[in-house]
């Protein structure tokens, strides 16, 4: 089985060492740093339609 899972955040910047708590405050589920499975779910969500934002992606190894 692979122990190695690819997630994607959208965000209107590139983002490559993600830090917890450096979000905004507000978001609907509490602080936190949202990720999902899906590529193109990260980049509807990196921004509005009227700016260009980032599809960053992370390899997490659940080995351990």
Not at 4 to 13: A, N, V
Request: proline residues 3%; hydrophobic residues 30%; glycine residues 10%.
């Amino acid at each position: 089985m692979d122990k190695q899972i690819t997630l994607y955040h959208g965000s209107e910047k590139n983002i490559v060492q993600p830090i917890f708590g450096e979000g905004r405050k507000n978001n609907d589920f509490g602080p936190g740093f949202y990720c999902t499975a899906n590529e193109e779910l990260a980049k509807e969500w990196a921004v509005s339609s009227l700016r260009d934002g980032f599809s960053n992606r992370y390899t997490l190894d659940t080995e351990y």
